[in-house]
């Protein structure tokens, strides 16, 4: 039953699988959706969907597939008329709950058309006709597991008219990010490996050298498996940056909150990095850029993180740099460069929406694959972090 359902979900690329579909069949023959269409989205949506940025393709998938089954506009106004008087629910045993046929989308509606055709006057407490109170498959106020209302109330709203409303389309992928979420892209670029002092005891190895000593025991020490990565965050601060400082703020506070890096440092600059590079925001306190690629090595992950508009000069000229303490004899676009060529993990985030026709985010996209800051857009950027070369 559904299983053209299952189809459909696929077509609007969710990642339902088989063993979850079980699932919701299993829920369905144990009657959690009962008869209610609404009852059958959120039980559908809360064992299918993985995550809430498949919200909004699981409503548009929904409203594809359900669109016709509420009320269909042949309904004649005299049937509608017929319900209006709901007889009160029958009390049904549990045996004759379990006799009740369920049926696929394509035999309801046949049958439906066909009840369409052939009632004539009003049925109420039925198995059969368009009615209420009964065991029908249509109409209202009685049960069925596998039917559809017919006129009357819903619980909720119609499930149909629900998923028309697409509720949940800012939840998409490529909305801005939350600090759980950043969090939680930035956790997958853990790599473990064996470093530090032998102070963990190697069971397998441990097993084979004592059975090798004919039960005398030999304890086989090995390095612990711990994070070996590293982070590099550049932050672009002031000026054009200003109305994106809100999901900034998020990023540097969750990378600066995990736990699961071996080193993390991070730095500022206004537009674009020159000789110096701030610790602090308002650009008080720097370093040098040229003694960061003294002392860092190469296998740190560097994100910079900006818009990458500014004065064509600004970027390509020596001495363009927007403000007089930067004093940049050299190009930024040269230092971009060295850090491209220092560094073998690297990447832009951009927090503008996908329109990078700016010559200078052109020019900086030749140097950093560039990803929007975006739930998207930071999953990409993590992938091309974690890729070995």
């Known amino acids: 039953m559904f299983v053209d359902f299952f189809y459909t979900l696929r077509k609007y690329k969710l990642p339902v699988s088989i063993t979850e579909w079980m699932v919701l069949m299993d829920a369905l023959s144990r009657g959690y959706a009962w008869s209610d269409l609404t009852d059958f989205y959120f039980l559908a949506r ?43 629910r029958l009390p049904l ?6 006799e009740m046929d369920l049926m696929d989308i394509d035999e309801l509606l046949r049958l439906f058309e066909q009840r369409l055709r052939e009632q004539s006057e009003a049925h109420h407490g039925g198995n059969k006709w368009i009615g209420t109170g009964g065991t029908s498959p249509f109409g209202h106020s009685g049960y069925h597991p596998g039917g559809m209302r017919v006129g009357g109330e819903s619980r909720n709203r119609s499930a149909v008219k629900v998923a ?16 759980r ?30 059975c090798k000593n004919a039960g005398d025991i030999e ?7 711990k994070n ?32 699961h890096f071996r080193d993390f440092q991070h730095y500022y600059f206004h537009n674009c990095i ?17 003694h960061l690629l003294r002392t860092l090595p190469g296998d740190y992950k560097v994100i910079l993180v900006g818009d ?54 052109s020019a900086i996209k030749h140097l950093f694959p560039m990803y929007e800051l975006t739930l998207d857009g930071l999953d990409h950027a993590i992938q091309k972090l974690i890729v070995k070369h």
């Open 46 to 88: 809360s064992v299918l969907v993985k995550s809430e940025s498949y919200f909004d393709q699981y409503d548009l998938a929904f409203r594809e597939f359900f669109q016709s089954i509420e009320t269909p506009p042949e309904i004649r106004d005299e049937v509608l008329e017929w319900l209006r008087n709901p007889l009160n």
């Open 274 to 290: 020159y000789e110096k590079l701030y610790t602090d925001a308002e650009r008080d306190e720097f370093v040098y850029t040229n």
């Open 308 to 361: 990458a508009q500014m004065a064509y000069s600004e970027l390509t000229y020596p001495h363009g740099a927007l403000y007089y303490q930067d004093l940049n004899e050299t190009a930024g676009i040269e230092w971009l460069k060295r850090i491209c060529d220092h560094f073998t993990y690297a990447v832009w985030l951009n927090p503008e929406p996908f329109n990078w026709n700016h010559p200078t985010i």
């Open 93 to 98: 045993t549990p045996e004759e709950l379990a």
């Open 164 to 179: 028309a409303e697409r509720r949940f389309k800012n939840l998409r992928s490529d909305v801005t990010l939350d600090v």
């Open 219 to 225: 304890l086989v020490w090995t390095r612990g498996r």
């Open 228 to 259: 070996n990565v590293k982070v590099l965050l550049f932050l672009d601060v002031g000026g054009s940056m200003n109305p994106h400082s809100a999901v900034c703020s998020r990023l540097f506070s969750a990378a600066h909150s995990a736990t």
């Open 181 to 210: 979420q950043i969090k939680v892209a930035l956790k997958r670029l853990r790599q473990l490996s064996r470093i530090g002092d032998k102070d963990e005891l190697d069971v397998d190895e441990t097993v084979d050298k004592t």
